[in-house]
C-alpha cells in the first residue's frame, strides 16, 4: 500500500542513524524545499492480515527487527485464568467454589469458536476477537460479591451475561446473533 511504501522509503533512505542523511521527501506544494530527514527510530506493530489489515510486503519487514509472538496455548489460557478465577471463588459458597476451572473453560471455548468460526470481513471488520476479550469475560465475573452469586445456576446466569456482553454485542446481524445463542447453548 502507498502509505507503506512511504515509510519503507524514509527508513530506507531518510533516517541514516549517523546522522548523515541520503535522503527524505520533496514537499509536495513547494516542490523547490526538500525535507531531510534525520534520527528517526520507528517502532511498530501488526497483527495478522485479513479483515481489512493487509499483508506486509518483504520489502519493507526486511528494515526491521521482527520479533514473533505466539498466541497463547489452550492450556495455558486455563492456567492462568482458572488461577485468577479459583482464588477469587474461594470466599464464595461451596457449591460455586468448585466452578473456577468450568467457566474457564466454556469461556475459553465460546472465545476459540466466535475467533474462528466469525471472521472479519469488509462489513464486519470489528469481527476481531482477541484474549483482552477473554479476559473481560473473566474480570465481569470477578466484580461479583459473595451475597450475589451463591448458586450454580447463579453462575451460569453470570457467565452467559458477560460472555454475550464482551461477544454478542458485537454481533451486527440477526443470523449471527443466533449463532452465538447456539454457541452458548452447546457450551
Not at 462489513?123 to 469475560?137: A, C, E, G, M
Request: include cysteine; charged fraction near 25%.
Amino acid at each position: 500500500s502507498p502509505p507503506l511504501e512511504l515509510l519503507r522509503q524514509m527508513l530506507q533512505r531518510g533516517a541514516i542513524p549517523s546522522g548523515e542523511s541520503e535522503g527524505g521527501f520533496f514537499d509536495r506544494k513547494k516542490k523547490d524545499l526538500y525535507k531531510d530527514i534525520r534520527d528517526v527510530v520507528c517502532v511498530t506493530c501488526c497483527g495478522p492480515p485479513g479483515g481489512g489489515k493487509h499483508e506486509m510486503t518483504q520489502r519493507l519487514t526486511t528494515l526491521f527487527h521482527c520479533l514473533v509472538i505466539p498466541q497463547l496455548s489452550v492450556d495455558s489460557m486455563s492456567s492462568i485464568f482458572t488461577s485468577i478465577l479459583s482464588g477469587f471463588l474461594a470466599t464464595f459458597s461451596n457449591e460455586v467454589k468448585g466452578l473456577g476451572l468450568k467457566v474457564v473453560n466454556a469461556t475459553i471455548e465460546v472465545f476459540q469458536r466466535i475467533s474462528t468460526e466469525m471472521l472479519p470481513t469488509p462489513l464486519k471488520i470489528h469481527y476481531t476477537f482477541n484474549l483482552r476479550d477473554l479476559s473481560k469475560v473473566i474480570q465481569g465475573i470477578l466484580m461479583l460479591s459473595p451475597d450475589h452469586l451463591t448458586t450454580v445456576e447463579d453462575m451460569a446466569r453470570v457467565f452467559c451475561h458477560e460472555a454475550s456482553r464482551v461477544f454478542h454485542d458485537r454481533l451486527i446481524n440477526e443470523e449471527d446473533r443466533l449463532w452465538w445463542w447456539k454457541c452458548v447453548g452447546e457450551t
